[in-house]
């Protein structure tokens, strides 16, 4: 089903990609002195990563299994798994974020500098293993890291 393939590959790539510029945005926007309206805003923005990230892995998933390659090829793939550890790692440093801008957004008050800082450094932590992810996928689809 090289259709299938195809859209599966385009909309995974789109949802990485949209993924990463609502990090991004994120990053740019809490910074000291963010009020109580941009706080909001940016707790809705953060809504939108957990639907991206929800949809990268059904894609992802989808793509794994029922496009050309197939489950055989990347079940015994060391990328793929590293890519997968990877996502898991940066989604599980989203959750204080995510728990900071509801915190930040229920209070109505801006945040403390010290709360900036501290999401922010979970933001740029989530930047850092980022680029990590195209390159595994890099590596995977050229056929390294297989094992048995």
């Keep these: 089903m090289p259709d299938l393939d195809l859209l599966l ?3 995974h790539h789109f949802f990485v990609f949209a993924l990463f510029g609502v990090l991004c945005s994120e990053f740019v926007l809490v910074r000291r002195g963010i009020d109580a309206a941009a706080t909001a805003r940016v707790a809705s923005i953060d ?9 990268i892995l059904i ?5 794994a299994i ?3 390659k197939g489950w055989a090829y990347y079940e015994h793939n060391a ?14 440093l989203s959750v204080p974020v995510t728990l900071a801008f509801l915190r930040w957004r229920r209070s109505g008050i801006s945040p403390t500098d010290e709360e900036i800082m ?8 989530q930047l850092a293993l980022f680029p990590l992810l195209p ?7 050229r056929g390294y890291g297989v094992f048995q």
Excluded at 59 to 63: A, D, K, L, N
Excluded at 79 to 92: D, E, M, N, R, S
Excluded at 118 to 125: D, G, N, P, Q, V
């Design 59 to 63: 894609v992802g998933f989808s793509r």
């Design 135 to 141: 390159a595994f996928a890099a590596a995977m689809a």
């Design 47 to 55: 809504a939108g990563y957990g639907v991206l990230a929800a949809l």
């Design 9 to 11: 590959a385009i909309l």
């Design 79 to 92: 990328y793929f798994w590293a890519k997968i550890g990877t996502f898991a790692v940066i989604g599980l």
């Design 66 to 68: 029922f496009a050309a």
């Design 118 to 125: 501290k999401a922010r450094r979970y933001l740029w932590m």
